[in-house]
Structure formats: C-alpha cells, structure tokens
C-alpha cells in the first residue's frame, strides 16, 4: 500500500469532517499578530497540510501566506514576485531581520503578543485609535483613515495585479463559503444550508 493509498482511510478515522471543517476555518482567517516568522510559518504550514482542495496552487499558497502576514511585512512584499511558498517565506525571514535590525536601533517599536489580551480589549484599543486620527476620511485605496498619501497606493493587488486598491477593496475579490469551502459564495448562501432549509419547510 502506498502512502496516499494509507492516507485516505487514516484521516478519515482519525481526523473526522467537523474537525478538518474547523482547522480550514482557522487557516483563512489566520493573522500573524507578533509572532516571529518561524512561528507563525509553522501554524501555517501546519493547517495548511489540512486544506489541499481549498488551496491547489503554489500561486494560491503565496497568496494565503502574504494575507496571512501582518501589514509590517505586507508593504514590503508583492505576492505576484514569488513563484514558490519557499521563496515569500524566505522574503518574509528577510524582513524580520531588518526589523529586528530597526528595534535594536530605537527606530522601531517591537510588537508584543498578548495572550490575556480579549477580543473585547482589542475592538476597545482599535477604535482608540480610529479616533485618535482626527477624523480622517477613509482612504479609496486602503479603506483605511490617514493622512497622507496611500502607501499601498502603487503597489499591486494580490488577487487582479492591478494598482489603486489593496486585496480587500479588490472588485474581483472572490468571497470562500467558511461551510463547503469553495469560492463564489457566503456561508450564508452556501447551497448545503439552503437545501437543508428547503427540506424543513417542506
């Protein structure tokens, strides 16, 4: 027996759908919030063995890595350069480097992961300092308020290649249903639940 002819039946005895349903909900909303590359790399890598039909390119794996990428490495990097998972993960080391580089300096403050932090505490700080920009009109290319010129003003979108929006204003942005995980839909209108309402009322 080979090892993909193994596979199949121990996963499904030992990792049930509910399961595998919760780990690709973690990986699409997986955000690196201070931790180290490495760390964050291995979370990554480590969900995404779970999620081979909702990611089946390399194209898409870059993609899923950038968005995953906190906004410090972000700038500074353009998904449609890398070939390879390997190669953006090696960019992403790179540029921990230099920030590393930045703090030691006193040009740059280190980012602290906070466990006891709640998700209440964390909407709390946010609009705190939603409020402290002085009001601020949202940016049309970031959706985001500041002062200033856009930094993400010439730098490509991830999803269409094209400049003037970030991949969440992107107008080809397709939505991924969190209940069958394909692209095109919400979870709210994923034709599995609709069925299964259509089958009650009836």
Not at 51 to 61: F, R
Not at 98 to 107: M, S, V
Not at 131 to 150: A, L, Q, R, T
Not at 156 to 183: D, E, F, M, R, W
Request: proline share 4%; hydrophobic share 25%; net charge positive.
């Amino acid at each position: 027996m080979t090892w993909d002819e193994f596979k199949v039946p121990f996963l499904k005895h030992h990792s049930p759908k509910a399961v595998i349903n919760r780990i690709k909900e973690e990986f699409i909303q997986l955000r690196q919030k201070g931790e180290s590359i490495d760390k964050i790399t291995g979370i990554f890598l480590d969900k995404l063995r779970f999620c081979v039909e909702l990611v089946k390119s390399k194209e898409q794996k870059v993609y899923y890595y950038y968005n995953m990428l906190s906004a410090e490495y972000q700038e500074f990097m353009t998904p449609s350069k890398y070939e390879t998972l390997t190669e953006i993960i090696n960019t992403a080391r790179e540029r921990e480097i230099e920030l590393n580089k930045q703090i030691e300096r006193g040009e740059r403050r280190a980012q602290v992961v906070n466990p006891s932090l709640t998700k209440k505490a964390r909407t709390t700080e946010s609009s705190k300092k939603h409020d402290g920009k002085c009001g601020s009109p949202s940016c049309k290319v970031c959706g985001k308020g500041h002062k200033g010129e856009c930094r993400f003003k010439d730098k490509s979108c991830p999803i269409c290649g094209k400049t003037g929006h970030t991949a969440a204003l992107c107008p080809g942005n397709v939505s991924v249903c969190y209940k069958c995980y394909q692209p095109g839909h919400k979870k709210s209108e994923c034709p599995e639940l609709v069925g299964k309402k259509d089958g009650k009322d009836s």
